[in-house]
């Protein structure tokens, strides 16, 4: 994708866990997002290669009705059924080998990082519940559950998030492999000339941030930056993301899109923690409908999303 005119390009920044194809991957956001294929106007920074040894294999995304428990136990799924022992062997090997190998300091961000989502789901009302409510507030004003399903199945799907958050978190923060996908959306950056609207999900938004937060970009027009399920709220990131914790120079306005009930938000709301002077974030409550609340899927498909990315492109 090479732009040279004024038209605003689109650059997407996948989350964490293995994904399929790059351009794969691209079709899929832009049927979720744009309803169509939107060939050279769009682009995946696809870094999923750099953190995993085999490429994923489901097309499908974890909203569709029959592929949704699928996406959720294993990216090795393609039918729903368990993954054969063989594989399933290999993948908790693979795990336990790459914890074994971090340093103390990345053992010990893995697990704050953990426990505080952990917690989160464990919460038995929601703190926005508390905070609206009010200390004195009757028990049934503060009765809302952090996540509206049984205890165990919350208890799954958050192992489920970890299990795809926290490696790929610890190589970008801890490995020599930050550099090399921080380098994928800089050559993604550099092959376009004109504005570029930047979408990101997950582990993306934390990639995008560190990167549009470099003065190399300082006069980079990006016109809007939108996160996605973003962990930006949560002290760990903070502690390792680029500083000061501020708006990226070239973002004119920054869009960050949470559900409530999505665990990785820790903190839905970013407006307070980075800031710059005449520049904006808005913090946008949405609606995931997909099965954890988490998947990117979810957040491109609600009328939210698609508005205010449609008004600027």
């Known amino acids: 994708m090479r732009n040279t005119t004024d038209t605003v390009s689109v650059l997407y920044v996948h989350g964490a866990g293995n994904k ?20 050279g106007r769009t682009r995946m920074v696809h870094y999923a290669d750099l953190l995993h040894r085999r490429p994923g ?20 799924l393609t039918d729903g059924t368990a993954p054969d022992p063989e594989t399933a062997a290999a993948e908790a090997a693979e795990a336990a080998e790459d914890f074994g190998a971090m340093t103390a ?27 609206v409510a009010g200390p004195g507030a009757g ?9 509206p399903l049984p205890g165990p199945l919350r208890r799954f799907l958050l192992r489920q998030l970890l299990e795809r958050l926290i490696p790929d978190a610890n190589r970008y923060f801890f490995t020599r492999a930050k550099e090399q996908i921080r380098e994928r959306l800089r050559t993604a950056l550099d092959s376009v000339d004109g ?4 979408i990101s999900h997950s582990l993306g938004t934390v990639v995008a941030y560190d990167v ?21 709220g949560y002290t760990e990131i903070q502690d390792v993301v680029v ?25 839905t709301t970013l407006a ?27 957040y491109l498909r609600t009328g939210r999303v698609r508005s205010a990315v449609r008004a600027a492109v």
């Not at 399929?20 to 060939?39: I, S």
């Not at 294999?57 to 090795?76: Q, R």
């Not at 961000?109 to 703190?127: C, D, E, G, H, K």
């Not at 028990?139 to 996540?147: G, W, Y």
């Open 212 to 232: 549009l937060s470099e003065p190399r970009f300082a006069g980079r027009p990006v016109p809007l930056f939108v996160t996605l399920g973003s962990p930006l």
């Open 57 to 76: 294999t489901i097309t499908a995304d974890a909203c569709g009705a029959d592929g949704a428990l699928a996406a959720l136990v294993s990216d090795a």
């Open 20 to 39: 399929p194809a790059a351009e794969d991957l691209k079709r899929a956001w832009d049927e979720d997002l744009f309803g169509k294929d939107m060939a």
């Open 272 to 298: 307070d923690d980075f800031r710059a002077p005449a520049r904006m974030i808005a913090d946008v409550p949405v609606d995931n409908r997909s099965p954890n609340n988490h998947a990117s899927c979810g």
């Open 243 to 267: 500083k000061p914790l501020r708006i990226p120079a070239p973002v004119r306005l920054w869009m960050n899109f949470a559900d409530r009930f999505d665990l990785v938000t820790l903190d």
């Open 195 to 198: 504005p570029v609207v930047v």
């Open 105 to 131: 300091e990345q053992q010990a961000f893995a697990l704050s990082l953990t426990l505080s989502m952990a917690v989160r789901a464990a919460a038995p009302v929601a703190p926005t519940a508390l905070a």
């Open 139 to 147: 028990a049934a004003a503060v009765s809302t559950e952090l996540l």
